[in-house]
C-alpha cells in the first residue's frame, strides 16, 4: 500500500485566498483524521471521520475551516479566507478499527505558508 | 480528560550512547499508549504501542519502552542511538474504549557524531 497521500506537499499562498488541501487514505481504512501541527501549539486534532462522516469537528478553530470526505478515499480541508496565522504544517492519518488500540498511518502532510 | 507530559523538548546525545525520552500520563481510565517517530519534513510513524500484557514494549529500530502504571510513565529507551535517530519523538496516549489519542508536545532527539 502507498499509504497515507497528502498534496500538495507545500502550498504557498496569499492571505485572503481559499486553499484546499487534500487526503487519500488508506484503503480500507475506515477512520480519518486531520491534524494541525505548529511550533506554538504542537499536534492539534481538527476534526475526524468514521466511514466518511464528520464525527468530531470541535477542534476546527474558525468557520474559515471546512472539511469534506464525499467518499472513503478521498477527504479536502478547505480554508477559506486564509490568514497568515494558519500557516503550519497539516497532517492527514487514518486508522482501522473501532477502538484506539491500532495507531495511525500519517500522511507526509502539507506544509502551509500564508503570506 | 487525559493529559502527556513529555518532560525533555530537547535531548542532545553522542552516537552509540544511551537514550531515554520521557513520557508521564495522567488519566481517570485505563489506557493505551504509543510512541511514534517524526523524521524531518516527513508524518507521524508509528514507532511502538503498549496495549495490555507485558509492560516492556519492544519496536521498530531498537526502541523499547517500559509502562509503569503506579509512576504513570511510559519512558523510551534506546541502548545505543545512532545518527540516524535524530529526530522528533511524540508520545500519545488513548483511553481504553476511546479512539482519539492525546499527543504530548513532543522531544527532540539530537543525535551528535
Known amino acids: 500500500d502507498a499509504g497515507v497521500i497528502q498534496s500538495p506537499r507545500h502550498e504557498v499562498t496569499e492571505m485572503g485566498q481559499e486553499v484546499t488541501l487534500r487526503c487519500k487514505p488508506i484503503?480500507?481504512?475506515?477512520?480519518l483524521f486531520w491534524y494541525r501541527q505548529t511550533m506554538m501549539r504542537g499536534l492539534e486534532l481538527l476534526i475526524y471521520?468514521?466511514?466518511?462522516?464528520?464525527?468530531?469537528d470541535s477542534g476546527m478553530p474558525e468557520d474559515r475551516f471546512s472539511a469534506k470526505m464525499p467518499n472513503a478515499s478521498f477527504s479536502t480541508l478547505k480554508i477559506q479566507p486564509s490568514e497568515p496565522r494558519d500557516s503550519a504544517v497539516y497532517f492527514c492519518?487514518?486508522?482501522?478499527?473501532?477502538?484506539?488500540?491500532?495507531?495511525?498511518?500519517f500522511g507526509s502532510g502539507t506544509r502551509l505558508t500564508v503570506v | 480528560a487525559q493529559s502527556v507530559t513529555q518532560l525533555d523538548s530537547q535531548v542532545p546525545v553522542f552516537e552509540e550512547a544511551p537514550v531515554e525520552l520521557r513520557c508521564n500520563y495522567s488519566?481517570?481510565?485505563?489506557?493505551?499508549l504509543f510512541w511514534y517517530v517524526q523524521y524531518p519534513n516527513q508524518g507521524l510513524q508509528l514507532l511502538l504501542k503498549?496495549?495490555?500484557?507485558?509492560?516492556l514494549v519492544k519496536g521498530i529500530n531498537g526502541f523499547e519502552a517500559e509502562f509503569n502504571k503506579s509512576q504513570t510513565s511510559f519512558h523510551l529507551r534506546k541502548p545505543s542511538v545512532h545518527i540516524s535517530d535524530t529526530a522528533e519523538y511524540f508520545c500519545?496516549?488513548?483511553?481504553?474504549?476511546?479512539?482519539?489519542?492525546?499527543f504530548g508536545r513532543g522531544t527532540s532527539l539530537i543525535v551528535h557524531p
Open positions: 500519545a496516549v488513548t483511553p481504553g474504549g476511546s479512539y482519539i489519542p492525546t
Open positions: 471521520f468514521n466511514n466518511n462522516v464528520p464525527i468530531d
Open positions: 492519518a487514518s486508522s482501522l478499527g473501532e477502538t484506539g488500540g491500532k495507531g495511525y498511518t
Open positions: 503498549y496495549l495490555s500484557g507485558s509492560t
Open positions: 488519566s481517570s481510565v485505563s489506557v493505551y
Open positions: 484503503s480500507g481504512h475506515d477512520y
